[in-house]
Structure formats: C-alpha cells, structure tokens
C-alpha cells in the first residue's frame, strides 16, 4: 500500500540484493591504516561506535555506481577518529566472521554508510538486510559484540533509528550521514484500515463499515482520490456512498507513522461487461496535466502539463469481470504519467503506469493477455487511447500488430478495458505491454539490466548504451554484401531472420510513419539485436501526406529514407546479396500465407470485437464526442483483402518474380524442414504459395531425440538443398 504524501519522492530504487557494499566517504590511506587503533575484547563497552539508522527499501541515498541499495548507518559518538579494520559485521552469531572490514575510518563524532549492493564485487560477501526484520551485529576482532540492533521489516522510503535517548524508532524522512531529527522520530507504525466492506459493484448506494479504532487512533478518509492525510475528514464506524466513489483511508495516531493507505473502489449502479481498471488518483493530476490547455501539435511547450512527463502516485485496481466481479483480480500502487506524441492532444489519453519499489514492490504479477496464459511480472503497461485511431475505429490499432503473434517478432499484446478514474467514466482504452527493457525481462526472463533497447530516427539513434547499436549500423553501411559470407558473418551481431521479419510486415502494413519513425530494437548478452514491431496505427488504411503524393511503392519508400546510419540503409545494404533477396523473398511468403493477411486479421478483429460491448462504444463516444468512428472491422478487412494481392504484387516488381505457385511439405519420422532459415509454421504438413523463379533452400533438421535425416522423398540426399519448384511440387523430408 501507498504511503502518505510527505513520504513520497520521485527518486528511483532498484531491487535490494543479497550482496553487501561499503562505501566510506574519506577512506583511511594506506599509512593511517598502518597505525589504526584496533579496538580489542577489553575496550568493547567503551567502544564509541553504534548502529544509527537502517533503510531496508531506500529510494534517495546513491552508491557510488548511482544505485539506490538499501543500506545501514554506523556512527562514531567520539572525539576521536576510529578505524574498523578487522572488525566484523555478521547478522548470524554462529557465522561470525561473514563480513570483515578490510580498511575505513569514521572521524570523530560522524557517521559512515554501509550499502547492500545488487553486485557481488571482490571483498563483498552473502550478506542482506531482510524484508521482514532481522538481526545485525557488530564485532570486534576478538569477536565481541560492539554494538547490535534488530530490526523491523519497513516499506519503501521508512527507516529505522535511534533517538537522542537511545531508543529505536521509526522515520519517515531518513537521515543518513546526518543526526537523526527527534521531532520526525516515531514510536511505532500505525496499522493498517481494514474496511469490512470490499470494493465493488453496488445497486443504489453502499454503506461501508469500519473496524473500531484503539484508544489514540482515528481513521481519515478522501472519496476524491487524493491520498489521505492527518488533515483530512475523519469518519465512524459507518458511512453510506450513494455514487461512484473511490475511497481512501489511513489510520493516524500521535507518535505512530502512517505508512500504508487503504483504497477500495465502489461503483453504483454500473452494468459493465468488459474487463475495469479503477485508477485513483490526486485531483491535480488531471487541473495540472491530463487537462492542460491544448496546443497543436506543431507548437509545444514541452516544460507544461500533459506534454512533460510528470509522474503521479496511483492506486490500481482490476476487475476481470467488469460489475460481474466478486473479488478485486489485482491492486498495485504504482506512478502514472502521459504517454504518446501528438496523441496527447485527445481529450482522451493514453497513460504509462509504471511499478516502482517507492510505491509497492515494483512488479505486476497477474496473466494480463490471454495470449500468455502464465502469470508474468510487468513492470509497466500502458492504458491506450487507441492512438492516431481515436478518430477511427477501437481495434485496428491493436489488431494489426496482433497478427504478429506466433512469428517470434516483438509486439505490444492487447487487452480492451473500461477505466474509471476517481469513480468517473473514461471509456474504453487498451492495456498494452511497453517495448522497453521490462519488456524483454518479462517475455524472454533475460535481467533488464542486461538489456539495451534504442529508438532509431533516421539518423538519430536514442536510448542507454547505444554504442554497440551505432558502430553495428556504421558497419552495415561500410561493408559490400555481395557476397553470401558477409551476411553471414553478421548472424552474431544481427538476428536476420527477425530482420526479414518484422520488414515483411512493415512491408505489408504499408506504414508510412515507418522507416523513418518509430524503429526499435533491442539485445542483450544473451541475444543479438532484434526489431520490435512499434506504434502501426498510421499503418494498414491510415495514408500521411507524404505517402499519398509519393508514387506509393513501398521498396521506393524505404529507399527515400536511407542513407548513412540510418535503418532504411540496411535494407539497401542487404538487397545487393542474391542469397539475401532470395531468404527475402521465401520468408516474406511464408508470412503472408499464415500471419499477415485478411483471413487471420479476421479472426483477430472478431476476437477483439467479442472482447467490446458495443454499448460502450456508444457510451465512449458520449464522454468523448467524435465523429466518423466504426463500431467494426469492415473497412481495415477490406483493405487487407485487397492488400493481400498488391503487396504480392509489390514483390513481384521490387525482385522480378513470376506468377504464384503452390508448393507443399511435409516430414516422415522425428524432424522438421526450414526454408532459407525459416522453421515451417506447420512443419508435418504445409503447404503455401511462393514466387515462380525465386528458388528455395531447403533443410531438413533432425529433433534432437537421436533421429537423423536419410533423404527426401524423390531419392536427393542433399541437405541442405536448392530447389527450383513448379506450381503443384511437393517435398518431402525423410528421418529415421
């Protein structure tokens, strides 16, 4: 749960580790560690240093290497320097010597800080500060205990110190390498609401009861979603809620810390079918962004309202089932704040929820696509305003990247919801999945930390540690590709097959917002790099200016954008292979005949249109009045149909093809075949339409159960093999 106002910052924190780091500002030299005074079994009472202060979840304080560990403060009460070399610090006194110091000092009457670091370095050791309390000792080289503290688990930003009396308290304002502030000093924390009556849908009104209160305690509430605080309205035992309302409450009592928020929200008299995000949120989050004076999108100001990316705290709450819903899916807090480019200027808005430790434990974990049937971790998602589509109709821009789905490229899944903020009616929006490097963490389980993902514009190449990405596209642009070997050669750098992938439905797609804009990538130490399909709602039937006073031909259109570093120029680079424009050309087909084209966008537009109660495109459209917006697929499946021949076509002239011919495969025994690299959708039994005069390079790859490959069907045992097929040929792959 959320913590008051005052406790919030907008700093970030990472995951805490089970490694442990020091950092001493001022470290003794070598000659002052030479003569440190050791502190020894006799003088341990006298001993001037003790436990000061400890943040589990810390969110302000930067290590050196700018992360945000949670750490402990030692403190030198003294008027003298003391050295810690040989001293220890365990949090088990049968395993004393699980950290020692090898040098430090604390000057007289001064304070050190030891972080708990998420990398193992030399001299650090399997030392942590537990999330549900524990124990820490400090020993002396006899191994006698200095000094030693037992701790509490705490949430995010709350520490853990000692008074001026000596007594161990809470803050909510931590206070390392400084005196702990005795008027910030807590007693305890205090508890946490519970409301007896659970968030959900009610007919007429609600009346929602309260637990009784310990002597010293009241509870305060807000039903604006702002977050509470010892200011606000007080309430009983009972209070009746006749509209849709969320309601916040925390407990406050003198000498306690108010660390966690109750919020439940209660809708009235809603019949909703499709699946509720219920945001709450503080009032001026929407006076000071979501509502800012518009401007065009030609003339920003970048420093005001919903064009800077200003992050609120917000609590989350999920109903799968809409008001059918007996029981909350999930809640998180977590920050919001405006997403998209020129799409902000709808009165409806998308908005990127992002999980942070300072708020809650920074992961999602629920199933939120039907498409990934396991429970996952996000960090972030995104509620979609239907972008450049707000005009147009409430699926296109999540049914065309959906026909991605089972080709291995990178997409944003989809899921239509209704979202409520602060209990008022925001209309149909789209969960969807942020391409970053949570991205890649919670589909590929690959650490974020290892991940780089860069945003490539023409020659603008943006994002963290993008050198490897720029001397990559520098490369492409130096080297002659006629020959195989050399495309080869970039196999380790550069997934091709990906590559001819995710161009093939850019291709299709028609995107003219595209290659210029909205190119992403991203590798990591486990992976080369990789393109992720970004933003098509300018794709399919949606033309810019540009496009439609060009000639429309799409290989032209990617020629207009390349040049030196940028995307475009790898295409241009590739096409002088043969046996690229071949892998191309076989691969391109293969995709067309089983993801990108009408007869599987109707299935996923039918799919989406199931998910859409009508009513609420007609409600959506009352709290946001627009015109021209379709309640269904006809006019992008329209274009699909007709897309389906042309782009076809497009190959046909780009590349010097023949008519279409129908070729089959299919496989005896334990294996499967792939054509010029890529693995069959159905490898038993396939069967599609390729280009007359396109060569294909087949192999057959044994399953790593000990079958091998004998030969094909007509007796060739070449592997792999370079047919010329004709209409009507098949191929058979035999293993045993």
Request: some cysteine; proline content about 4%.
């Amino acid at each position: 749960m959320i913590k008051p106002e005052p406790l919030l910052r907008p700093s970030h924190l990472i995951l805490l580790s089970a490694l442990l780091c020091v950092f001493f500002s001022g470290c003794a030299t070598s000659t002052e560690e030479a003569s440190y005074a050791q502190v020894d079994s006799e003088s341990n009472i006298e001993c001037p240093i003790r436990f000061a202060e400890i943040q589990i979840h810390n969110i302000d304080l930067e290590d050196e290497e700018g992360n945000t560990p949670g750490w402990v403060e030692l403190q030198n009460t003294s008027d003298e320097t003391v050295y810690l070399k040989h001293l220890y610090l365990t949090d088990d006194l049968e395993n004393p010597k699980k950290w020692e110091f090898k040098t430090g000092k604390i000057k007289a009457n001064s304070s050190s800080i030891l972080f708990f670091c998420k990398k193992g370095e030399k001299d650090h050791v399997n030392l942590k500060l537990k999330d549900d309390g524990g124990s820490l000792f400090l020993l002396s080289n006899q191994l006698d205990i200095i000094d030693s503290v037992t701790y509490p688990g705490m949430s995010s930003g709350i520490s853990y110190g000692i008074n001026e009396d000596g007594i161990w308290g809470y803050y909510g304002e931590p206070s390392p390498k400084s005196t702990n502030n005795d008027s910030a000093w807590n007693e305890s924390i205090a508890p946490s609401v519970t409301i007896e009556t659970s968030a959900g849908f009610f007919k007429d009104s609600v009346e929602i009861k309260f637990p009784k209160t310990a002597d010293g305690e009241t509870i305060r509430c807000t039903q604006d979603g702002s977050i509470p605080n010892e200011n606000s309205p007080t309430v009983g035992e009972k209070l009746v809620i006749k509209k849709n309302t969320s309601l916040r409450c925390a407990t406050y009592k003198k000498g306690s810390l108010t660390t966690e928020i109750t919020t439940n929200s209660y809708f009235i008299d809603e019949d909703v079918k499709m699946p509720i995000v219920s945001v709450s949120v503080d009032p001026s989050f929407f006076k000071d962004t979501y509502y800012f004076d518009n401007h065009s999108c030609t003339n920003t100001d970048h420093e005001e309202g919903y064009l800077k990316d200003t992050e609120y705290p917000v609590h989350v709450e999920y109903f799968v089932d809409g008001s059918s819903t007996q029981k909350k899916s999930f809640e998180i807090d977590a920050g919001i704040s405006i997403a998209g480019a020129c799409t902000r200027y709808f009165p409806k808005k998308s908005v990127n929820i992002e999980m942070r430790e300072k708020y809650q434990d920074g992961r999602l974990k629920y199933k939120l696509f039907d498409v990934r049937p396991k429970v996952n971790k996000f960090k972030a998602f995104r509620l979609r305003n239907m972008g450049n589509r707000y005009n147009q109709d409430y699926l296109g821009d999540a049914a065309f990247t959906s026909m991605l789905e089972g080709t291995g490229i990178d997409y944003q899944r989809s899921q239509p919801v209704i979202v409520f903020y602060n209990g008022e009616y925001y209309g149909i929006h789209n969960i969807r999945e942020k391409l970053d490097k949570d991205f890649v963490e919670t589909n590929y389980d690959i650490d974020a930390e290892e991940v780089t993902v860069v945003e490539h514009r023409q020659k603008s190449i943006g994002g963290k540690d993008v050198d490897d990405y720029e001397d990559l596209m520098k490369s492409i642009g130096q080297t002659n590709y006629s020959k195989r070997q050399d495309i080869q050669s970039l196999e380790t750098r550069l997934d091709i097959n990906n590559y001819i992938g995710y161009m093939a439905f850019e291709i299709y797609s028609l995107n003219d917002d595209w290659p210029s804009n909205n190119v992403r990538a991203w590798k990591s130490s486990q992976t080369p790099w990789k393109f992720m399909a970004y933003d098509i709602d300018l794709g399919f039937d949606r033309d810019m200016s540009g496009w439609k006073n060009s000639n429309r031909n799409i290989f032209d259109w990617i020629r207009k954008y390349s040049g030196e570093t940028t995307f475009a120029e790898i295409f241009t680079q590739f096409y002088k292979n043969p046996h690229f424009r071949r892998a191309f050309v076989n691969q391109s087909a293969i995709l067309f005949n089983t993801y990108f084209n009408a007869e599987n966008l109707t299935k996923i537009v039918n799919k989406i249109l199931d998910k859409i109660d009508s009513k609420e495109m007609d409600r959506d459209m009352e709290r946001f009045p627009r015109r021209g917006v379709t309640k269904n697929g006809n006019a992008i499946l329209q274009w699909a149909r007709e897309r389906d021949i042309s782009v076809r076509d497009d190959y046909r002239e780009e590349f010097k093809l023949g008519d279409d011919i129908s070729v089959s495969f299919s496989v005896k025994g334990d294996g499967y075949i792939t054509v010029d690299g890529l693995e069959l959708p159905n490898y038993s039994n396939y069967e599609g339409n390729f280009f007359e005069g396109n060569d294909l390079l087949l192999e057959a790859i044994p399953n790593i159960n000990g079958s091998v490959f004998k030969k094909w069907s007509d007796g060739n045992k070449e592997n792999p093999r370079l047919v010329s097929p004709e209409d009507g040929d098949s191929y058979t792959a035999i293993f045993e």
